[in-house]
């Protein structure tokens, strides 16, 4: 199931190896940064998110690292699976509402 | 399993026609949010509903409305459909409006204009 647009930057690693995605941000104002994860022909499933006076954060096996001077998000995933193979999407939430304005994703594709 | 559930799961229609998707929210989550993922626009915001309130809009166009229902479940009609509606279209929810930052989405809803 196509889920996504066929240009999608793509990032290879192998399996065992630590992943690095990154995203760049233009919203200096939003509230939240939040990183999804779309596998093929599912929807998004969130993964975590960092709050904008937050440089860092930690979940399992994933970190989240803020840049705000050069607005610049990522999602480290340390020892990359089979599993994690997916397109990851960064989303910003900003305002009285809840609704998030989402990147163009990356897709990450793990080797045996 | 996220708990959102989506019908139909796919969708084959014909320019100018009239279809409804419809979403059902996980137990217990009063917020409905709408999104559209095409191939050229990727994940885009449409609209959200609390409570069966509309509480934000995003780039829905004109054609295009929803309402969330007393049970929860919501409904996007898409009318005067064009070739370049065809897109899957996710519905999400959460427990609040405004609180958190986790959405859950549904599977989708394929749509095929043809």
């Known amino acids: 199931g196509e889920s996504v647009g066929l240009h999608l930057p793509t990032l290879s690693v192998q399996e065992g190896d630590n992943s690095i995605i990154n995203c760049a941000y233009s919203n200096s104002a939003s509230d939240y940064f939040i990183w999804y994860k779309q596998e093929s022909g599912k929807g998004p499933q969130f993964i975590i998110d960092?709050?904008?006076?937050?440089d860092k954060r930690q979940g399992q096996r994933v970190t989240v690292l803020l840049n705000k001077t050069v607005k610049h998000l990522s999602l480290q995933i340390a020892a990359t699976q089979p599993g994690d193979s997916a397109v990851y999407f960064c989303a910003e939430k900003k305002g009285a509402g809840n609704m998030l304005t989402f990147g163009g994703g990356t897709r990450l594709m793990v080797k045996p | 399993d996220s708990g959102v559930t989506q019908t139909p799961k796919h969708l084959i229609t014909a320019t100018g026609q009239r279809v409804t998707l419809r979403c059902s929210p996980r137990?217990?989550?009063?917020?409905v949010y709408w999104y559209q993922q095409s191939l050229d626009q990727g994940l885009q915001f449409l609209i959200q509903?609390?409570?069966?309130?509309?509480?934000a809009k995003g780039n829905i166009l004109e054609r295009f409305s929803a309402q969330q229902f007393p049970d929860l479940h919501s409904e996007l009609n898409l009318s005067s459909l064009e070739l370049g509606d065809s897109a899957l279209y996710f519905c999400?929810?959460?427990?609040?409006?405004?609180?958190?930052?986790?959405?859950?989405f549904g599977p989708g809803t394929r749509l095929t204009v043809l």
């Open positions: 999400a929810s959460s427990v609040a409006s405004v609180q958190g930052n986790e959405q859950f």
């Open positions: 509903y609390y409570n069966g309130e509309e509480r």
């Open positions: 960092i709050r904008s006076n937050m």
């Open positions: 137990s217990g989550d009063l917020s």
